[in-house]
């Protein structure tokens, strides 16, 4: 099967600019993942959606940070504007249902601020 | 609330020696562990997973884990590592009704030749 798909691979943008990373889950599965891993860090969750609707978004800035998966399929995850610190991986996950142990990662998003 | 500690950040092992990479985890309530490798600049891949049941678990490439309640450990174990295993493993864990993932800082499993 088709794995879960990111792009772009890479992204070096000025802070204070916005960017948009867009995930494509593998066929079928119902719950999509956003995280980021910042360098030396383990992933940390930015948020769950179950099909379209958000289960978790405790750890995502709402300031700046906006996620959304119209459809229950693809999903973007947007920064605006973006800082310094925002410089991470942005890892796409997806699995069968939210009892589904076991993710299947993307190759993620390279972001690097400066 | 839990939290998973890798104690190694970096662990230097000459090619067909065993290795042993720790994972320690705290939760006050029932755990499923996992363990991922991330190769470089690629996703994380599953290595193998801990749900219930026997507290040995075998995964892919030749790894295995060992489930210890009491000592609320989760270490991953190779008795041969290849250069080819030369990457960064994570632990996690998810409780059950969230399996929102809560991963360590990550090991950096360097192979020398």
């Known amino acids: 099967e088709a794995g879960v798909a990111q792009s772009p691979r890479y992204k070096i943008i000025e802070k204070r600019q916005s960017v948009a990373f867009w995930c494509n889950p593998i066929?079928?599965?119902?719950?999509l993942y956003w995280y980021q891993q910042i360098l030396g860090q383990g992933p940390k969750l930015l948020i769950q959606?179950?099909?379209?609707?958000?289960?978790?978004d405790s750890q995502l800035p709402k300031d700046r940070f906006s996620a959304e998966r119209l459809k229950g399929v693809d999903s973007t995850l947007k920064i605006q504007p973006a800082k310094l610190e925002d410089s991470a991986v942005y890892l796409c996950a997806s699995s069968l249902a939210s009892g589904g142990h076991g993710y299947t990662f993307g190759s993620g998003t390279r972001l690097t601020v400066v | 609330a839990q939290s998973v500690t890798q104690l190694d950040s970096q662990v230097p092992v000459f090619e067909e020696a065993p290795v042993e990479l720790r994972c320690n985890y705290s939760s006050s309530v029932s755990v499923y562990l996992f363990w991922y490798v991330q190769y470089p600049n690629q996703g994380l891949q599953l290595l193998l997973k801990y749900l219930s049941g026997s507290t040995l678990v075998k995964g892919i490439n030749g790894f295995e884990a060992e489930f210890n309640k009491s000592q609320t450990s989760f270490h991953l174990r190779k008795p041969s590592v290849h250069i080819s295993d030369t990457a960064e493993y994570f632990c996690a864990l998810s409780t059950s009704g969230t399996y929102k993932y809560i991963f360590g800082t990550g090991t950096r499993l360097k192979v020398l030749a």
């Open positions: 959606f179950q099909n379209n609707g958000v289960v978790d």
């Open positions: 066929s079928g599965h119902a719950t």
